[in-house]
T-cell receptor
Framework: GQQVMQIPQYQHVQEGEDFTTYCNSS?????IQWYKQRPGGHPVFLIQ?????EVKKQKRLTFQFGEAKKNSSLHITATQTTDVGTYFC???????????FGKGTKLSVKP | EAQVTQNPRYLITVTGKKLTVTCSQN?????MSWYRQDPGLGLRQIYY?????VTDKGDVPEGYKVSRKEKRNFPLILESPSPNQTSLYFC?????WGAGYEQYFGPGTRLTVT
């Protein structure tokens, strides 16, 4: 079935460093959603990308969708301790209406 | 306040004792689903419902049942829980079914089966 591979699984950074997580697929993705889950919390929607080559920004977060729609990335500039959590990408599965989640990247930030 | 609620939030039970985890949303969403989250495996979909009386299996449906008699409620039923169903469960809803709709997650139910 469809799979989205997410790397890295873990990332430890010093506060102020940048962070990037990648989401890859062997097949063309219909769209990509990104979610953030704080420790002990539930996933919260961040953004959706639909168009080839799309780039969206939310303050220090930059989301990209590859030209071939087979990969996506989330980049955080100058991380803060509030960025701690697990970031998931998810693909809308099309006709089945179900989301397929990557396994997530767990970000820890050292003050 | 727009939200998805789940009950109970924590549950410890024994093998074979039937249980139900309730899920309710107040956003008039058509689409609802259940996920389980396990370390290293991420979020995996158990069942989903595109509308009232319409449900379908997700990726890991074995050992679970669901029903959608009303639009707002989507309970998850474990007829005979086993230890491998120990997990963190999330209910989620979205405006409609189909690709591209933001999912709203409940706070989660941590289930332990001994």
């Amino acid at each position: 079935g469809q799979q989205v591979m997410q790397i890295p699984q873990y990332q430890h950074v010093q506060e102020g460093e940048d962070f990037t997580t990648y989401c890859n697929s062997s097949t063309t993705l219909s769209n990509i959603q990104w979610y953030k889950q704080r420790p002990g919390g539930h996933p919260v929607f961040l953004i959706q990308l639909v168009k080839s080559g799309e780039v969206k920004k939310q303050k220090r977060l930059t989301f990209q969708f590859g030209e071939a729609k087979k990969n996506s990335s989330l980049h955080i500039t100058a991380t803060q301790t509030t960025d701690v959590g697990t970031y998931f990408c998810a693909e809308g599965g099309g006709s089945q209406g179900n989301l397929i989640f990557g396994k997530g990247t767990k970000l820890s930030v050292k003050p | 306040e727009a939200q998805v609620t789940q009950n109970p939030r924590y549950l410890i039970t024994v093998t074979g004792k039937k249980l139900t985890v309730t899920c309710s949303q107040n956003m008039n969403h058509e689409y609802m689903s259940w996920y389980r989250q396990d370390p290293g495996l991420g979020l995996r979909q158990i069942y989903y419902s595109m509308n009232v009386e319409v449900t379908d299996k997700g990726d890991v449906p074995e050992g679970y049942k669901v029903s959608r008699k009303e639009k707002r409620n989507f309970p998850l039923i474990l007829e005979s829980p086993s230890p491998n169903q120990t997990s963190l469960y999330f209910c989620a809803s979205s405006l409609e079914w189909g690709a591209g709709y933001e999912q709203y997650f409940g706070p989660g139910t941590r289930l332990t089966v001994t």
